[in-house]
């Protein structure tokens, strides 16, 4: 962790019940796996959710009424920032790997696509955010090459139980333009740099560098109601929409 806070849109991604095996004791309770991210005004393009098959991960009371599955290490934070039902300690209803998420269908805020999947991300790291994250393969060359992988190698859907239809189906979808990488930046640098797979880590963090910074200077959002005007003038704005109607919290770290 650095020596600067980070501070994160916490994306409320609703399970759509019913709720099944290991999640069935949630019963009556509206749950969120809850996703960190610098980036909410992307979430119009979202294809996905991602968890770390191996990573533990619980089911932990917010308030009487709302449960978020994120990591124990997270469940403590968000405890001492007013989102745990008993102030400064995690309540947990089930433990769960994540493994026991893939699969689960969900409904994010704004994203165009009415129910996303969760699915396997092999470099999530478990000491930072929730140990959830968003996808959007558009935008971020690490979702960009998780779900190439996905698509691309049957096997590796065996191997987490993916079904074909919580990925094939799902297009990586424009959100916003840079002028110097188009309309789909994460693509375009991933095949300039000529990136083979989300393990290629050197690479993929200079993909990051090349993309993140302009999509924020020199991005023009090209979906959603602010269609036309630049990232840095409306991130601010998108980000009070998703936190005023409740579809987010903010979280620190
Ligand atoms: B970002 P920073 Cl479109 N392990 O959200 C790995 N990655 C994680 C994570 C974890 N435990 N928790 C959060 N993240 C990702 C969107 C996005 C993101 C786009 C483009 C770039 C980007 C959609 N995924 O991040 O180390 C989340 O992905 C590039 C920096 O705190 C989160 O924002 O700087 C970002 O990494 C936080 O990374």
């Known amino acids: 962790e650095g020596v600067q806070p980070q501070d994160y849109t916490l994306i409320k991604m609703e399970v759509i019940p019913p709720y099944t095996g290991k999640l069935k004791v949630l019963e009556g309770k509206n749950v969120f796996l809850a996703a960190a991210t610098l980036r909410p005004e992307t979430m119009y393009a979202q294809t996905n959710c991602w ?93 960009y090459m998780a779900l190439q992988d996905l698509k691309s190698k049957p096997l590796l859907r065996s191997k987490y139980g993916v079904k074909d239809e919580w990925v094939l189906p799902f297009e990586v979808l424009p959100v916003i333009n840079i002028p110097e990488f188009g309309d789909i930046s994460a693509e375009k640098v991933c095949a300039d740099l000529k990136i083979k797979s989300q393990n290629d880590k050197e690479k993929l963090a200079e993909a990051k560098k090349l993309t993140y910074l302009k999509g924020f200077t020199e991005g023009t959002m090209l979906v959603g109601d602010f269609k036309g005007r630049k990232v840095q003038e409306v991130k601010p704005l998108i980000k009070s929409k998703v936190l005023e109607s409740g579809q987010a919290v903010m979280y620190s770290e």
Request: charge should be negative.
């Open 51 to 143: 968890v770390l098959p191996e990573g533990k991960y619980g089911a932990f009371e917010i308030n009487e009424t709302d449960v978020f599955i994120v990591t124990e290490r997270a469940a403590l934070n968000l405890a001492y920032q007013n989102l745990s039902r008993v102030p400064q300690k995690p309540t947990c209803l089930v433990e769960l790997t994540g493994q026991d998420l893939i699969g689960l269908p969900l409904k994010s805020p704004l994203s165009s696509n009415k129910v996303i999947y969760t699915l396997p991300m092999l470099t999530i790291l478990t000491d930072k955010g929730t140990g959830v994250v968003t996808s959007v393969p558009s935008d971020s060359p690490d979702d």
